[in-house]
């Protein structure tokens, strides 16, 4: 069992692939760690070191995968699993279209006895390695309140023991998924609800989670962990005091250091950088994902035009990067993003 999952960062298409977590994992080395979310049938067919490969520094590290299949999931379970996952992660969630039209996703929320037939399908192949679920209270016109025990007792019967659940509802039709993140309400006292019914399950909350302060009182009152999303990406920083807040409960406290310590992770990245041009990547698939990483940092505005207008051009490298590093003035106190 994860003793790592009182913080995670969510899976995030686009975001969250191995370059993205090995910067993250240069920040803090408690929190786990999701992959984006990879469908099943491509894990099973496609390019699977390109699909699944990470470095080591990167655990703990879960893999979250999309599908309604039984079997399917069962065979990419045990491939993730071989592939040295710490979790495996079925996601219940996700309201874009591509999902929907495949089937699974948010609208698996409808489905309660297939999500159970897969998931118990999935533990089977599984091992020791946790099979876990991350879920929407609810979508479109359901009642949350009832719809949302009902799920959790169905798939915990099946085996699941830790859920992941998004605190609003998806909404599958009108909205893309950047609306299902903002429009449906937030509904934090629900969750609560659930956790307190079912007191043997772990139950982690997630949605609009963006400060350690606020993940602190979640801890407290109750659940298992938080999961926080598109923050830890638009402000890496919020990642820096994770290990001591949230895992050793040291009262939280802004120090200067926490720039040097940026820096180190940064420069740590030149050597990254190096090594993906070495095995035939491209600079701009790792410096993409480090464009926010000094917001609300004297010289971040330079620094983001530098790396943004530089990292597709031909010849870019980790040099950028320094080019960039040196207009940050990283011994300054660290500010808070624009936005807390």
């Not at 039984?70 to 999902?99: F, H, M, Q």
């Not at 309400?185 to 007191?199: G, H, N």
């Not at 009262?251 to 050597?271: C, D, F, P, V, W």
Request: charged share 25%; aromatic share 8%; net charge neutral.
């Amino acid at each position: 069992m994860l003793s790592n999952r009182l913080l995670s960062v969510a899976p995030m298409m686009e975001r969250t692939d191995r370059h993205c977590r090995y910067f993250f994992r240069l920040l803090t080395k408690e929190t786990l760690l999701y992959s984006e979310m990879i469908y099943a049938d491509a894990i099973i067919r496609g390019d699977r070191a390109k699909l699944l490969d990470f470095s080591n520094l990167e655990h703990p590290i879960a893999l979250q995968i999309g599908g309604n299949d039984p079997k399917i999931l069962a065979e990419a379970t045990k491939i993730g699993v071989d592939w040295g996952y710490d979790e495996v992660n079925l996601n219940v969630g996700c309201p874009s279209s591509r999902v929907r039209s495949g089937e699974f996703g948010a609208c698996l929320m409808k489905e309660q006895e297939l999500v159970a037939k897969c998931v118990e399908s999935m533990a089977k192949n599984a091992l020791k390695t946790p099979v876990t679920i991350k879920c929407r209270i609810g979508v479109d016109d359901q009642d949350p309140e009832i719809v949302l025990p009902e799920f959790i007792q169905a798939v915990s019967q099946a085996g699941v023991k830790i859920f992941v659940i998004h605190a609003r509802k998806a909404i599958l039709n009108g909205l893309s998924p950047k609306e299902n993140r903002k429009i449906p309400p937030i509904d934090y006292e629900l969750v609560a609800k659930v956790r307190d019914r079912f007191p043997n399950l772990q139950i982690c909350i997630n949605g609009e989670i963006k400060e350690l302060e606020m993940v602190s009182r979640f801890i407290k009152q109750g659940f298992a962990g938080c999961m926080i999303g598109r923050q830890a990406y638009k402000n890496p920083k919020v990642l820096l005091s994770a290990d001591e807040v949230i895992f050793r409960f040291v009262e939280y406290q802004q120090k200067t250091s926490e720039g040097i310590r940026l820096q180190n992770a940064l420069i740590n990245m030149l050597e990254y950088v190096e090594w993906h041009l070495s095995v035939g990547g491209k600079a701009s698939s790792v410096l993409r994902h480090l464009i926010n990483s000094v917001s609300g940092m004297p010289g971040a505005k330079v620094f983001r035009s530098i790396i943004s207008e530089g990292m597709a051009c031909p010849g870019s490298g980790p040099e950028l990067l320094s080019s960039a590093m040196k207009h940050v003035n990283f011994t300054e106190e660290v500010e808070e993003y624009p936005g807390h």
